[in-house]
C-alpha cells in the first residue's frame, strides 16, 4: 500500500487560562474540546510583552509520573530543582524534565526583559516507568541541529530525525518528534511519522494547509491552532501567499489509564493518594 497521508482530525482553538502563581497562558489541552492526546497531556503558549502576564512565575512546586518540555523563543526563564540542576534556558533553548518518581522544580521569568515567548508540553510516562530515577536534559540553542529543507524549508530538530539527522533529545520513553517548522510562502513540508503514533502541530506563526496529500487540499488554518491528526504515514503541509511556522509533535501512545492531580500524572486514584501522602510526610523526593 503507497504512504497514507495523515488528515486533520480536530483544529482546536487555544484557551486562555492562569496558571502558577499567576500566569496567562493559552492552553490547547486539557481543554473543554481536547483532554489529551495520549501520551501528550498538556500543551501550554506563554508569551506576553506585559509582565504582569507572566512575573509570577512557577514557584516550588513538584512533579510526579510526567515530562515537561520547556522551549523558550524570547525572554528568559531560570530554573532551579532538588536534582541540584539550576541555569537559565533562554531564546532557543529547550529543558526536558523527566520527573519519574518526584521532582521539585521552580521556573521563574527573569526580570530585564520586555518580552516572553514559549510553550511548555508534558509527556506522559507509561506505568513503568512512572517511579524511575528522574532525569534532566538541557540543550542550548546552538545543539539544535537546524536543517535547511527543500524550497527555503527550515527545521529544528529537538527530538526525532530529518534527513538523517536526528535531534539531541534521546533515549525517551514515547520516542517522541519534537521540531520547530518554518515553511515559506508557497512552499510544502513532507515529514514521515510512525503509524499509530499521535501527531500534532501547533501553529503559531501564520497560515498554512495541513493534513494535504492524497488528491485533498488539507485544512486551512491561521495562528494559533493546536491541529491532532489522524492516523497515516506522514504529515504534509503547503502555504500558498503566507509563510507558516508550526512545532511538529509525534509521540507512541501509552494507551494506559490515567489520574491526573494538579502536577502529578499516574495511573491510580492510590497512586495520586501516595504521592499526596508523600508530599505532606516529606518523602516525595527520593
Ligand atoms: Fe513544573
Do not use: C
Amino acid at each position: 500500500m503507497d504512504p497514507q497521508p495523515r488528515k486533520v482530525r480536530q483544529v482546536v482553538e487555544p484557551q486562555t487560562v492562569m496558571e502558577g502563581a499567576g500566569v496567562r497562558l493559552k492552553r490547547s489541552f486539557p481543554t473543554g474540546v481536547l483532554d489529551y492526546p495520549d501520551p501528550f497531556l498538556l500543551f501550554d503558549h506563554f508569551g506576553s510583552e506585559n509582565p504582569d502576564d507572566y512575573m509570577a512565575g512557577f514557584p516550588l512546586h513538584p512533579h510526579r509520573g510526567i515530562e515537561t518540555v520547556t522551549y523558550v523563543l524570547a525572554g528568559r526563564v531560570r530554573h532551579g530543582d532538588t536534582l541540584g540542576n539550576s541555569g537559565t534556558i533562554g531564546p532557543g533553548d529547550v529543558q526536558w524534565m523527566t520527573s519519574g518518581g518526584g521532582i521539585m522544580h521552580e521556573e521563574m521569568p527573569e526580570s530585564d526583559q520586555d518580552r516572553m515567548e514559549g510553550f511548555q508540553l508534558w509527556v506522559n510516562l507509561p506505568a513503568s516507568l512512572k517511579m524511575s530515577q528522574p532525569r534532566y536534559q538541557e540543550i542550548p540553542s546552538d545543539t539544535i541541529p537546524k536543517i535547511d529543507g527543500e524550497g527555503g524549508v527550515t527545521i529544528r530538530i529537538i527530538a526525532g530525525m530529518v534527513n538523517g539527522v536526528g535531534g539531541p533529545v534521546t533515549e525517551i520513553a514515547a520516542d517522541p518528534v519534537y521540531m520547530d517548522v518554518s515553511v515559506p510562502a508557497n512552499g510544502s513540508f513532507r515529514h514521515s511519522i510512525q503509524r499509530g503514533h499521535s501527531a500534532l502541530a501547533y501553529v503559531f506563526d501564520g497560515e498554512g494547509s495541513f493534513g494535504v496529500g492524497d488528491g485533498g487540499n488539507g485544512e486551512r488554518v491561521g495562528a494559533p491552532k493546536m491541529l491532532v491528526f489522524d492516523d497515516g504515514d506522514y504529515v504534509e503541509i503547503h502555504t500558498s501567499g503566507q509563510p507558516v511556522r508550526f512545532l511538529l509533535m509525534s509521540g507512541k501512545p501509552s494507551h494506559e489509564p490515567i489520574v491526573r492531580y494538579g502536577p502529578f500524572v499516574m495511573n491510580t486514584q492510590a497512586e495520586i493518594q501516595q504521592a499526596l501522602r508523600d508530599l505532606r510526610d516529606g518523602t516525595f523526593v527520593r
